[in-house]
């Protein structure tokens, strides 16, 4: 893939994989999967020719928790514990490859902003074909007589919320960057600011009417962290500083409105909340889908007492069907929680690796502030917001445009170390 890491063919390659890798988890999973590969084993060659990069701590856990994950899945299928636990080691490395994919990344010299940047390009072109490729225009439009909101088109509504989530925010990024950041001809950045903003509305509309709490939650609170960190940016006297406001304000009030024209179809799925609330109703008594959600968390809770050093191996896909008393769990094949998720895969054991893993990558992160432009930084942090959120109720990790987005952050926040380490001179590979 790469004749010279330091050549500008190789850092070509590199960006055009980054952003295949941005478009194909949303549009085309089974092709990101070979990206990442081919990124893994590049990172393989330079680490077999500069080991220093191994002894970085995201490194070094990293590895251990692959290792981990594999001993999981052989010591699941040795005692003959439910599911194909060898077919499901790669919905549990995402995080683990993120200090891997940042080896080739540093070893180009490629920056944090330009990394990110063209994920972001690729991943909010892959969302958008992913969404229209799936009727969301003939959604919008109306056109569809009394449709299914579980669904659009072939993906469910949480799939296609997320979607949408990430466009707005890789939107909201990348116009951020293209207008404030580059100095290009007027006539492009108007027509890219324009086809950008197009993009957040659209992907808002959708967004409210697919009435999904989970991406409705997520998407706002990831909003708003995308606002805040424009804080830290948006208070100086300069000309720099009053554009980063303008901006903020201008993208600010495109989504107030648009949500103001929708507001009743954006509350109709908390309405039932609102009303089980008022007249003093228990949660789990809102919907049979509510009462299905607490027995799911009861059943891993009770998993988790079953199995609580190892866990059930990393597919437990099928533990729902053979342990829950209910029909509406037993045709689940997630637990809707991925912290509980976690627990019931791999025990206490897995995840205070997996907390070890994230510390070490935080602590990367905090090693290297204000390296990142404030397109790249609040995509970043709202990004990590979604994820984080939405985890909550749903495996969300497993979903490939969320997993390939959280290894490319881990990447990002890895690759100074990572540059610190890898040598300046040229090598060919």
Known sequence: MLNDINGLRSKNLGIGALFLLGFACAAAPSVAEIIT??????????????RTS???PPIILGLVWMGFVLLSATYAAANGLPGDHFKALGKHLPIALGPIVAVPLASLRLRQDTVLVVFLGGLAIGAAVLLVRNGAISLIAGELVEPDRAYLGRINRNSAGLACGLLIISAASLLQYVVLQ??????????FAVALGAAIVFAEILLISLQSRTALIATGIAMATWFGAQLKYGFGRDSTGRLYRY???ALLATVVIVSATKWSTMTQRFDNLTAAIGAGRPPGDLVASGQDRLALTALAIDLIKQRPLLGWGPDVSRLPYLFAQTNGVKSLT?????????L???????ALLMISLIVV???AAARSPGSMSAASFSGALAIAAYITVSNFTESMLFVKPAGASAMMLIALVCMPALGRRLPQRPSAI
Do not use: T
């Open 37 to 50: 590969a081919a990124l893994v084993m590049v990172a393989i060659v330079v680490l077999a020719r500069d």
């Open 54 to 56: 191994l002894y970085e």
């Open 182 to 191: 580059k100095p290009w001809r007027l006539l492009f950045s108007a027509s």
């Open 247 to 249: 901006a903020a304000v």
């Open 334 to 342: 997630q637990f809707h929680n991925g912290y509980l998720q976690i």
């Open 344 to 350: 019931v895969n791999f025990g206490a054991i897995g």
């Open 361 to 363: 990558v935080l602590r």
